[in-house]
């Protein structure tokens, strides 16, 4: 089915730390994924994207890694700071249909 | 601000009156998209229109809901007869293309009392 799930629900860490957040998809149609970011009372916020014919993207501070094999996404982000913390969802979507998203990742960063 | 904006922020409601929420796009994004969140979960998709026809709303949660698009602009989504399950946030999304990333407005947060 069209489902994409994260495998840990929260995630704390030190500031300066480099964060890992980990998403299985098992959509092996789907051909986009995102990264989005939400802090509380706002709506998603675009991080970085990757496209299926890719196994990697570097964005400022941020990198999508991208293993189709195993239908597995993860976001890596450097150099962690407090300001990171937030709600992080992965979403897929198969060409002609829309986003669909995870549960979602709780970041925690302390200082 | 020329991204996503949405309307009302909060609405408060009654079980069984009805809401209409409204959503202007980023001018140039000839899709638009309706999702649900609920607490602790990721969107939920709804509909969404490119210009304005209306491509999938198989999603949306029942008869009562309904969405519109009426000159490929702004859209506007309603809730007949409000159950306390409605409470959420309803998001508005849009984008340039099919498969292309999304930019989120902030919301509106519905309470049904």
């Known amino acids: 089915g069209e489902s994409v799930g994260l495998h840990l629900p929260t995630l704390s860490v030190q500031e300066g730390d480099n964060s890992i957040i980990n998403c299985a998809y098992s959509?092996?149609?789907?051909?986009?994924f995102i990264w989005y970011k939400q802090e509380s009372g706002k709506g998603p916020q675009f991080i970085i994207d990757?496209?299926?014919?890719?196994d990697k993207r570097q964005g400022q501070r941020v990198t999508v890694l991208l293993n189709k094999t195993v239908k597995h996404l993860s976001l890596q982000i450097a150099a962690t700071q407090p300001g990171d913390s937030a709600v992080y969802f992965c979403?897929?979507?198969?060409?002609?249909?829309?986003?669909?998203f995870g549960k979602g990742t709780t970041l925690s960063v302390s200082s | 601000d020329t991204g996503v904006s949405q309307d009302p922020r909060h609405k408060i409601t009654k079980r069984g009156q009805n809401v209409t929420f409204r959503c202007d796009p980023i001018?140039?994004?000839?899709?638009l998209y309706w999702y649900r969140q609920t607490l602790g979960q990721g969107p939920e998709f709804l509909t969404y229109?490119?210009?304005?026809?209306?491509?999938?709303k198989s999603r949306l949660l029942s008869d009562r809901f309904s969405a519109e698009r009426p000159k490929g602009s702004f859209s506007t989504l309603e809730i007949q007869r409000t159950e306390q399950g409605d409470s959420a946030m309803y998001l508005c999304?849009?984008?340039?293309?099919?498969?292309?990333?999304?930019?989120f407005g902030s919301g509106t947060q519905l309470s049904v009392l």
């Open positions: 999304a849009s984008s340039l293309e099919q498969n292309e990333k999304l930019f």
């Open positions: 959509n092996s149609a789907s051909d986009y």
């Open positions: 990757i496209r299926s014919n890719m």
């Open positions: 979403a897929e979507n198969q060409a002609g249909t829309a986003l669909i």
């Open positions: 001018s140039e994004h000839n899709r």
């Open positions: 229109f490119q210009n304005e026809a209306q491509l999938e």
